[in-house]
């Protein structure tokens, strides 16, 4: 943007405030210097500036100057373009400050730092000068979070190609975002799945190439009482686990099977004998990484399995 | 703070709004502090004043709204007109501050009566912008006894040393040392104690998950003037020259390995992916080749896929050698 444009941005903004009535574009052009003289030229001039305004989130209001009159005038509200009274205590400001440093090396520092600003041009000192005891990162390193965010935010469907786990190839989808959560450190969008008619959730890092919008802002309406981060736990679950092991274990070692013991007793020299619950049989391959220092003993599906894991182990 | 990138005249026209009102709920405001609170030189600013001093309405009737100066390196708006107060959040920008926060609170209990006052004011403040914040949340694992977290934080502010029973994984091992702690960080979903190890003489970070146990001792934490703490935004995992790279093929079914751990390279072919790791221990891989099966295979270093080998026919060797499955 040239210097020009963004002194003739100011000033609309400034004019469109301050006035009381709404102005057509006729006496817009009057007030605010910068525009040129060929009406034809100003009227596209005109268009562009009221899009690049709208970007910003200033609430740019068209409707009749005056009663009767044919043409469209032009103005913000005051009450709709300003940020509300706000003031924190310094213990608040502190937190607020820790909460923009969240991303601060993701897609959204620009955001939360515009945020920011406009809190401390509210008469917020958000500094941080503090050694906080917490110090929290979100990161947003999948190419696809920034278009989803964009489309949660502006309520947009969305298409994809989406290499489901442990499948080949990949797929389009075309998704009506609900919503993004991450999910201990992972980023997953829910959603309306348009040719699957059905609740759909899938991971960021599996989409590949690029997030097309599929249709204009405001045209997905997230249900009543929808819970995204239900549906991504829901997803993202291991089976409740409501079947019991025993293992035997060598002494001095499987201690991640140890913490979640529900017994643990000795078994002749060196071994101890453990019961564990478990989920599925996709416990095995857990169980299997423990290599000679750990045997499943029963349920005898489970014991195959383990078996047939160690066997597959290429030589 | 201006975000990252290019300054583009957006941006620009957001900070020209800003800063009338920034003055304003000051009074008054020093050249040096308001550039640096805008991430801008002062010459950058002067000019940003310049500008809106030089904002001109020409009809009814010509005047110039906004009246400041900015003498002796004060700035001083007398004439703020229609721009005093700061343009509203975004959706965008309300949901960025209330989605952290609201994992702030989530994570920490201890701090939770100043997010929770912050919640409510910003989403106050932000109004319906605020709405659509609830469509974004971040869930960090708390696979980690309940005052853990809260003991941690209070031997950090007490500037205590801790005793830890702390669990590693990739030698199934349990291990216990004194730690002397620095900060709690929270990165990539999951609660860490930073701290310096006494065991290690090093600065480590102990997962709260595969805490154990811990003590609070009665003794002053010492950590070293030399401690570093880690720079959390450079990610917590860089390998060092001295790792060792392991090379892994991978069949569709073990591709979450990929997804799980920081892999240096991945490469797709066909269905397969070969995928590169560093790490400076491969116990911890042996381990994984066991529990992937045919779904991986260690192709490099060729004496980590020799011991692949080995353990796995150790385990097998158990199987067969009588440990009897359960008959009763």
Request: charged share 30%; hydrophobic share 40%.
């Amino acid at each position: 943007m040239s210097r020009r444009k963004t002194e003739r941005l100011l000033g609309l903004v400034v004019c469109l405030l301050s006035t009381r009535r709404a102005l057509t574009a006729a006496q817009i052009r009057e007030a605010v210097p910068g525009y040129p003289d060929s009406f034809e030229a100003f009227k596209r001039m005109f268009e562009r500036d009221k899009e690049e305004l709208r970007e910003l989130g200033i609430p740019l209001e068209t409707d009749l100057a005056s009663p009767g009159d044919e043409e469209a005038g032009y103005r913000i509200r005051r009450q709709a373009y300003e940020l509300p009274e706000i003031t924190l205590e310094p213990d608040e400001a502190a937190v607020l400050g820790l909460a923009a440093r969240v991303w601060q090396r993701a897609e959204l520092a620009g955001t939360a730092a515009g945020a920011l600003l406009k809190l401390r041009a509210a008469g917020i000192d958000a500094e941080d000068t503090t050694q906080p005891v917490i110090e929290p990162r979100v990161h947003t390193g999948e190419a696809a979070f920034g278009p989803l965010w964009e489309a949660v935010m502006d309520r947009r469907p969305v298409t994809f190609a989406y290499r489901a786990a442990g499948r080949s190839g990949v797929q389009q989808r075309r998704l009506e975002p609900w919503g993004v959560v991450n999910r201990h450190g992972r980023w997953y969008v829910a959603g309306h799945d348009v040719d699957r008619d059905a609740v759909r959730v899938f991971r960021l890092s599996r989409i590949e190439g690029a997030v097309a919008f599929s249709g204009p802002p405001g045209s997905v309406v997230v249900p009543a009482g929808t819970d995204v981060r239900e549906l991504v736990r829901d997803w993202d679950s291991t089976p409740p686990a409501h079947r019991t092991a025993t293992l035997r274990v060598r002494t001095g070692a499987g201690y991640g099977l140890r913490r979640r013991a529900l017994s643990e007793r000795p078994d002749g020299e060196g071994w101890d004998e453990i019961r564990v619950s478990f989920g599925d049989i996709g416990y095995s391959d857990y169980l299997a990484s423990f290599g000679a220092d750990v045997i499943a003993v029963d349920p005898p599906d489970l014991r195959e399995a383990v078996i047939r894991r160690l066997k597959g182990v290429p030589q | 703070m201006t975000g990252p990138g290019v300054q583009t005249g957006s941006q620009r026209l957001q900070r020209l709004l800003a800063l009338v009102p920034y003055v304003v709920s000051r009074n008054t405001v020093g050249l040096a502090e308001t550039a640096a609170a805008f991430g801008v030189t002062e010459r950058e600013l002067v000019d940003d004043l310049n500008m809106l001093w030089c904002v001109e309405l020409r009809a009814p009737d010509p005047y110039c709204p906004i009246d400041l100066s900015y003498e002796g390196g004060e700035i001083v708006v007398s004439e703020a007109e229609s721009i005093g107060r700061p343009l509203r959040l975004g959706a965008d920008e309300a949901s960025a501050l209330l989605v952290a926060l609201r994992m702030l609170a989530d994570v920490a209990p201890a701090g939770s009566s100043a997010l929770s006052r912050t919640i409510a004011k910003l989403e106050a403040a932000a109004g319906e912008s605020a709405a659509v914040s609830a469509q974004v949340q971040v869930q960090v694992d708390k696979g980690h006894a309940g005052d853990v977290l809260a003991q941690m934080q209070d031997a950090i502010e007490r500037q205590r040393r801790i005793h830890l029973r702390y669990y590693v994984p990739g030698r199934d091992e349990a291990t216990e040392r004194d730690v002397d702690p620095m900060r709690l960080l929270v990165v990539e979903g999951r609660t860490y104690l930073e701290g310096w190890c006494r065991r290690a003489e090093g600065v480590r970070l102990f997962r709260l998950d595969r805490v154990l146990g811990m003590q609070v001792l009665d003794v002053a934490a010492a950590v070293p003037p030399e401690a570093e703490p880690v720079d959390v935004d450079e990610g917590l995992f860089r390998p060092s020259p001295q790792d060792i790279s392991v090379v892994l093929e991978l069949r569709p079914a073990g591709h979450w390995v990929a997804e799980y751990y920081p892999c240096e390279s991945v490469d797709r072919r066909d269905d397969e992916l070969r995928v590169t790791l560093r790490t400076p221990d491969t116990r911890w891989v042996r381990r994984l080749a066991l529990r992937l099966g045919e779904d991986g295979r260690v192709i490099a270093p060729a004496d980590l896929a020799a011991q692949v080998s080995e353990d796995a026919a150790a385990a097998l060797g158990q199987y067969a050698s009588g440990i009897p499955a359960r008959t009763n």
